[in-house]
């Protein structure tokens, strides 16, 4: 796992605890304008609230490889949330950098 996908989970997952449930939710990042980003959190996985702890963080790494929320830039191969990436192949650094796109 490298530092990029370290910091992904920090940033775009959380773990919200709760005496019924703990649920792992990830950020889905919206664009109002190309300068306004907004965030809503989805729950995506529920585990028991008797979960021992490195069944929550492998359960938190895994949602990396959600396809929904999570792709791989082709051009510079780092994971990013879907609403940071200009299409399904190229992430928003690389369209500006090496294909002369502007935000
Ligand atoms: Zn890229």
Redo the contacts with the bound molecule.
Sequence with gaps: MNSNDIDLIKDMTRVIVSPEAIVLEVAEVHWLTPHSPFTVWHPVVVLSPSSPQEKIEASRKSLLTRKKFFAT?A????R?IKGHMHSES??M??AEVNNDIAY
Excluded: A, L, M, Q
């Excluded at 051009?75 to 780092?78: A, D, L």
């Design positions: 830039c051009e510079c191969g780092r990013s190229f992430c650094s690389c």
